[in-house]
């Protein structure tokens, strides 16, 4: 059985609003008939997979105008007691301006400067996935300025630069925890599923789909299991076995997208090896947007902790269960 954070007594303990028998089934479960896995880590090591992952050190601030630094220290990025943990600390740090993964078209600006430092993986050159169920086991941060996110970015920038070529986001949060005058219950505990994509910056709000899901009161910084399933006409997304949101493959096609290489297929961007990306950013243009605004200096350090991640595609002709 795999790890169950629980403490049992007598009677029905709980597990992060779960009883224990529903939080057993929960992590046992398997996908139906059809499904083989492809990728998967338990982070039952002492660091991260070299194999599997790819760390990032960089304080770009994700063209987002976050707050953090990058690094690759083992206070940023962690493995431990079968977790892995993207921590974020209060404290300066400075490094380069660009992401490794940023062309530099022969210009390099200089060093910049972040009051945070974090963690962000990836699977780039390492492992991608064209349609499939990824699947992650995760708890994330609580407080005003918080970003913990798990999404997908395309190996190549084959329809363009972003969000041309796409960006799958199987979840992502702000400010989880944080009272909010305009939210449901006054405490913004929403996560997001979103797709974006679009010929050019300027236009991919416009072509951005996304839903949020309302987590139970008081869960916000608990365990939760999250979930896409990304097939040829149909992305479905889930948290705990329960899906929130569909997105057919007619409200992703571009018309404003004139430029794609032949052949163009109905469903571009979104059918070409994608990567998956862990990361937990602090502040940016999203969460100081929302609420009170800014960072919220109490708390820290915080960690977004994955217990797993099993990525599967369908191994059946007529599809999978």
């Known amino acids: ?53 790819h ?78 169920r990824v699947e992650v086991r995760a708890k994330s941060p609580t407080g005003q300025g918080v970003w913990p996110a798990i999404w997908l970015l395309p190996e190549k920038d084959l329809y363009g630069p972003w969000p041309g070529s796409g960006e799958i986001d199987v979840m992502e949060a702000v400010n989880l925890g944080v009272k909010c005058g305009s939210c449901i219950g006054g405490v913004e505990n929403q996560i997001y599923g979103t797709i974006h994509y679009g010929s050019n910056m300027h236009h991919y709000q416009g072509l951005s789909q996304q839903k949020a899901f309302a987590l139970p009161k008081g869960s916000e910084g608990d365990w939760h299991t999250y979930r896409v399933d990304w097939s040829p006409d149909e992305m479905v997304w889930y948290v705990d076995g329960k899906d929130y949101s569909h997105i057919k493959l007619h409200n992703w096609r571009d018309p404003l997208q004139k430029t794609v290489p032949a052949p163009a297929v109905g469903n571009a ?38 217990d797993w991640v099993h990525i599967y595609q369908c191994d059946r002709a007529n599809g999978c269960g």
């Open 55 to 132: 760390a990032y050190q960089d304080c770009w601030g994700g063209g987002n105008m976050e707050r953090e630094c990058y690094t690759r220290r083992p206070d940023n990025v962690a493995v431990h007691d079968g977790q892995l943990d993207l921590t974020a600390h209060f404290e300066k740090a400075t490094g380069p301006a660009l992401s490794e993964d940023m062309p530099r078209d022969g210009v390099i600006p200089p060093p910049a400067t972040k009051p945070f430092t974090s963690g962000k993986v990836s699977t780039k050159g390492k492992f991608t996935l064209t349609y499939g």
């Open 269 to 306: 961007p979104f059918d070409r090896p994608f990567y998956l990306i862990l990361n937990l950013a602090i502040g940016g243009q999203w969460p100081e947007s929302h609420d009170q605004g800014g960072v919220q200096l109490a708390g820290f350090p915080k960690s977004l902790s994955i």
């Open 1 to 53: 059985m795999r790890k169950i954070r629980c403490v049992i007594g007598l009677g029905a303990a709980l597990c992060g609003g779960l009883s224990w028998t529903a939080a057993a089934m929960a992590e046992q479960q398997t996908p139906a008939d059809g499904w083989k896995l492809v990728f998967s880590d338990e982070f039952d090591g002492t660091a991260i997979d070299p194999a599997k992952w």
